[in-house]
C-alpha cells in the first residue's frame, strides 16, 4: 500500500468510527466528491452492522452501494478501498 492510501485508510477509519478528524485532502474535485460519498456510506454501514434494529436488507443495500462507490473510486484514484 502507497503511503498516501495508507494515511487515506487511517484518517478514514477514525472517521467511521466516530473519530475527530482535521486533515486537508487534495484531489480533483471528482475523487474527493467520491471520497466522501465513500466515507458517509462506510459510517452508515458500520453504524448499522452495529445497531441490532437494522434489518438484514437495509445492510445489503448499503453493502452493494458501498462496492459501487468502491469500484468508482478506485477508477478515478486508482486507490483500492479496503474499509
Known amino acids: ?3 498516501h492510501d495508507k494515511l487515506i485508510h487511517t ?5 467511521i468510527i466516530g473519530e475527530n478528524v482535521n486533515i ?3 484531489g480533483n474535485k471528482n475523487q474527493l466528491q467520491k471520497l466522501s460519498e465513500l ?3 462506510s ?3 458500520y453504524e448499522g452492522l452495529a445497531d441490532k434494529h437494522t434489518s ?5 443495500s448499503l453493502v452493494e452501494h458501498k462496492k459501487r462507490l468502491s469500484d ?3 477508477n478515478l484514484s486508482g486507490i483500492k478501498w479496503k474499509l
Open 1 to 3: 500500500m502507497k503511503k
Open 11 to 15: 484518517v478514514a477509519s477514525k472517521y
Open 24 to 26: 486537508e485532502i487534495k
Open 39 to 41: 466515507l458517509d456510506i
Open 43 to 45: 459510517k452508515q454501514l
Open 56 to 60: 438484514l436488507e437495509t445492510i445489503m
Open 72 to 74: 468508482d473510486f478506485y
